[in-house]
C-alpha cells in the first residue's frame, strides 16, 4: 500500500513529539503513541483507548502504521517456521521468516526487496533489485514477528533475535538499516538488547569500516563461500571489487576495534567450494595464515545449500559437509553446521525471492 501520509513507524519519538504537538497535543501524549506501536505492538489506531476518539480518528484517517501489506503466510517445519510475504504497491515483494526454537526465536528480515548482488546461488538475486525499503518498513517485519511470537502464548517480549539476512544487502541502504537497530533497541520502545542484532554482509569493506565505529556491539556475518579470488569472484560477484585480501583487512580493524568475533558464512555447494583442499583454504585463512598476522577472531558457519530453481549447484552431501567441519575443527578453528529450516517453504537461507508474486 502506498500512501503520503505519515509512516509512524518511520518517525522518532522527537519526530512523533512535533507531529503530535502540532496537533495541538499534549507532550506526553507522543510517548503513548511510542509505547503503544513498540510496547504493546498495537497496529490499529480505534484498538488505543487511553486516547482520545477524536485522536483516534485523526491517526487512522492521516497517518500509516503498517505499509507494508500482508499478502501470504506460510507455515512449515511442523509450525516453528513462518514466512510471510508482504507486497509494497500491490506488487514489489518483501519477504520476512520467523524461527521458533525450543529456547528462543528469530526474525529474519529483508532491508531490500530484491538484490543486486547477484550471488550465484541465492534466490534473491535472481529477481534483482527493487528498492531500498525504509526503517519503518524492517521494523514491520520484526513487529510482525513480535505479533506471531505473542500469539503463540509466549509473551509480546518474547522474539528473542533480529538477523538481518532476509532479501538485499544492508549495507547498501545503510543509513535505513541502522535506523531500524537504533528505534528497535531504544529502551523507551521494543527495547531489544545489541547483542541480539545480526547484520549479514557479501563483504561491503566501507560497510564494515562502518560499523566497526558504530556503538551499538550487534553482532557481524560475512558471506565469504571460498577462499580464494577465483572461485569468489564467481560465486560473489562484488569480491572483484572487494576482493579476499581487503575483506581480511577489513576484518581485522573491525575485530581489533570491537573485540567481537566475526561468522563467515560458507554455503556448501556440491563439487564447487566443499573439497577437504577447499576447507584447507579457509582454514589457513581463518588461521591467519595468508596474511601472517594470526588468527582472526572468527566462527565459521556451513550452511547445507538449499535448491534454487534454476539454479546450476547441488547441495553437498552429508558426508562432506562433516569431513569439511572436521578438516576445520582439526585445525582449531571454531565452526558449526546450520540447522536446515524453512525449506519446504522457500523460507530458507539463499531462498526468498517474491513467492507467488513470480507466477
Same mark, same amino acid.
Given at each position: 500500500? &502506498?500512501?503520503?501520509?505519515?509512516?509512524?513507524?518511520?518517525?522518532?519519538?522527537?519526530?512523533?513529539?512535533?507531529?503530535?504537538?502540532?496537533?495541538?497535543?499534549?507532550?506526553?501524549?507522543?510517548?503513548? $503513541?511510542?509505547?503503544?506501536?513498540?510496547?504493546?505492538?498495537?497496529?490499529?489506531?480505534?484498538?488505543?483507548?487511553?486516547?482520545?476518539?477524536?485522536?483516534?480518528?485523526?491517526?487512522?484517517?492521516?497517518?500509516?502504521?503498517?505499509?507494508?501489506?500482508?499478502?501470504?503466510?506460510?507455515?512449515?517445519?511442523?509450525?516453528?517456521?513462518?514466512?510471510?510475504?508482504?507486497?509494497?504497491?500491490?506488487?514489489?515483494?518483501?519477504?520476512?521468516?520467523?524461527?521458533?526454537?525450543?529456547?528462543?526465536?528469530?526474525?529474519?528480515?529483508?532491508?531490500?526487496?530484491?538484490?543486486?548482488?547477484?550471488?550465484?546461488?541465492?534466490?534473491?538475486?535472481?529477481?534483482?533489485?527493487?528498492?531500498?525499503?525504509?526503517?519503518?518498513?524492517?521494523?514491520?517485519?520484526?513487529?510482525?514477528?513480535?505479533?506471531?511470537?505473542?500469539?503463540?502464548?509466549?509473551?509480546?517480549?518474547? $522474539?528473542?533475535?533480529?538477523?538481518?539476512?532476509?532479501?538485499?544487502?544492508?549495507?547498501?541502504?545503510?543509513?535505513?538499516?541502522?535506523?531500524?537497530?537504533?528505534?528497535?533497541?531504544?529502551?523507551?520502545?521494543?527495547?531489544?538488547?545489541?547483542?541480539?542484532?545480526?547484520?549479514?554482509?557479501?563483504?561491503?569493506?566501507?560497510?564494515?569500516?562502518?560499523?566497526?565505529?558504530?556503538?551499538?556491539?550487534?553482532?557481524?556475518?560475512?558471506?565469504?563461500?571460498?577462499?580464494?579470488?577465483?572461485?569468489?569472484?564467481?560465486?560473489?560477484?562484488?569480491?572483484? &571489487?572487494?576482493?579476499?585480501?581487503?575483506?581480511?583487512?577489513?576484518?581485522?580493524?573491525?575485530?581489533?576495534?570491537?573485540?567481537?568475533?566475526?561468522?563467515?558464512?560458507?554455503?556448501?555447494? &556440491?563439487?564447487?567450494?566443499?573439497?577437504?583442499?577447499?576447507?584447507?583454504?579457509?582454514?589457513?585463512?581463518?588461521?591467519?595464515?595468508?596474511?601472517?598476522?594470526?588468527?582472526?577472531?572468527?566462527?565459521?558457519?556451513?550452511?547445507?545449500?538449499?535448491?534454487?530453481?534454476?539454479?546450476?549447484?547441488?547441495?553437498?552431501?552429508?558426508?562432506?559437509?562433516?569431513?569439511?567441519?572436521?578438516?576445520?575443527?582439526?585445525?582449531?578453528?571454531?565452526?558449526?553446521?546450520?540447522?536446515?529450516?524453512?525449506?519446504?517453504?522457500?523460507?530458507?537461507?539463499?531462498?526468498?525471492?517474491?513467492?507467488?508474486? &513470480?507466477?
Amino acid at each position: 500500500m &502506498k500512501s503520503d501520509r505519515p509512516a509512524l513507524l518511520d518517525m522518532t519519538l522527537p519526530e512523533l513529539q512535533a507531529l503530535l504537538a502540532g496537533w495541538g497535543e499534549k507532550p506526553f501524549r507522543a510517548r503513548q $503513541l511510542y509505547e503503544q506501536l513498540y510496547t504493546h505492538l498495537q497496529t490499529d489506531p480505534a484498538a488505543m483507548t487511553n486516547f482520545s476518539v477524536a485522536l483516534r480518528q485523526r491517526l487512522a484517517a492521516e497517518t500509516d502504521i503498517q505499509t507494508l501489506e500482508l499478502v501470504e503466510q506460510h507455515s512449515g517445519d511442523g509450525g516453528k517456521t513462518r514466512k510471510a510475504l508482504f507486497t509494497i504497491s500491490n506488487a514489489i515483494p518483501v519477504e520476512a521468516v520467523l524461527m521458533i526454537y525450543a529456547d528462543r526465536s528469530t526474525v529474519c528480515v529483508s532491508t531490500q526487496s530484491g538484490c543486486a548482488m547477484n550471488c550465484s546461488f541465492c534466490a534473491t538475486g535472481k529477481i534483482g533489485f527493487r528498492l531500498n525499503l525504509t526503517a519503518g518498513q524492517m521494523i514491520e517485519q520484526v513487529l510482525w514477528a513480535a505479533r506471531e511470537v505473542r500469539e503463540l502464548g509466549a509473551g509480546s517480549r518474547a $522474539l528473542s533475535n533480529v538477523v538481518f539476512m532476509g532479501m538485499g544487502e544492508p549495507f547498501n541502504n545503510y543509513d535505513h538499516w541502522w535506523a531500524a537497530v537504533e528505534r528497535l533497541h531504544d529502551p523507551q520502545g521494543f527495547n531489544m538488547g545489541a547483542r541480539s542484532f545480526t547484520v549479514s554482509t557479501v563483504g561491503l569493506v566501507p560497510g564494515i569500516r562502518r560499523l566497526a565505529d558504530e556503538l551499538l556491539p550487534i553482532n557481524l556475518a560475512i558471506s565469504l563461500h571460498a577462499a580464494d579470488d577465483e572461485l569468489r569472484n564467481k560465486l560473489v560477484p562484488v569480491n572483484r &571489487k572487494h576482493p579476499i585480501a581487503h575483506l581480511v583487512e577489513a576484518v581485522r580493524d573491525y575485530t581489533d576495534k570491537t573485540h567481537r568475533r566475526v561468522s563467515f558464512e560458507y554455503v556448501l555447494l &556440491k563439487d564447487v567450494n566443499d573439497s577437504v583442499a577447499q576447507a584447507e583454504s579457509l582454514a589457513r585463512l581463518c588461521r591467519g595464515e595468508t596474511d601472517r598476522k594470526g588468527p582472526l577472531l572468527c566462527h565459521v558457519n556451513l550452511i547445507p545449500w538449499n535448491p534454487v530453481p534454476g539454479a546450476p549447484l547441488s547441495p553437498s552431501d552429508r558426508k562432506r559437509v562433516l569431513d569439511f567441519q572436521r578438516v576445520l575443527e582439526n585445525r582449531r578453528v571454531p565452526c558449526t553446521v546450520r540447522v536446515q529450516r524453512g525449506v519446504d517453504i522457500a523460507a530458507a537461507c539463499g531462498q526468498l525471492a517474491g513467492g507467488s508474486l &513470480k507466477d
